[in-house]
């Protein structure tokens, strides 16, 4: 079983910074990814970005850029750093952990099988 929790979330100014965390811990698969992924009210799902465990990181071109997703593997954290934020990032943003197999698939939500209890991020104008 994995457990994900993301931390940092919260209220910030347009144009402000704000960085989020995503912790794994638990017993799952030996090779995996981690995606992170935003929900705004009244949108779907979408994906933000994943970070392979060998290291490999993408991010979605509709937020690269802006966005900026690192590790640290001797803590098995992801973060999520977000500039120049937009009243439009705000959302619910979740970690989620799939196996390394499911690599090509990384922006399907369907493909994850483990959901971290997200954080929220509202960006006042």
């Known amino acids: 079983q994995v457990q994900l929790v993301e931390s940092g979330g919260g209220l910030v100014q347009a144009g402000g910074s704000l960085s989020l965390s995503c912790a794994a811990s638990?017993?799952?698969?030996?090779?995996?990814?981690i995606g992170w992924f935003r929900q705004a009210p009244g949108k779907e799902r979408e994906f933000v970005g994943a970070?392979?465990?060998?290291?490999?990181?993408t991010a979605s071109d509709s937020v690269e850029g802006r966005f900026t997703i690192s590790r640290d593997a001797d803590k098995n954290t992801v973060h999520l750093q977000i500039n120049s934020l937009k009243p439009e990032d705000t959302a619910f943003y979740s970690c989620?952990?799939?196996?390394?197999?499911?690599?090509?698939?990384?922006?399907?939500?369907?493909?994850?099988?483990?959901w971290g209890q997200g954080t929220q991020v509202t960006v006042a104008s």
């Open positions: 989620a952990l799939a196996p390394d197999y499911r690599w090509r698939a990384r922006t399907e939500k369907s493909n994850y099988d483990y």
């Open positions: 638990g017993r799952g698969f030996s090779t995996y990814f």
């Open positions: 970070v392979r465990w060998s290291g490999v990181i």
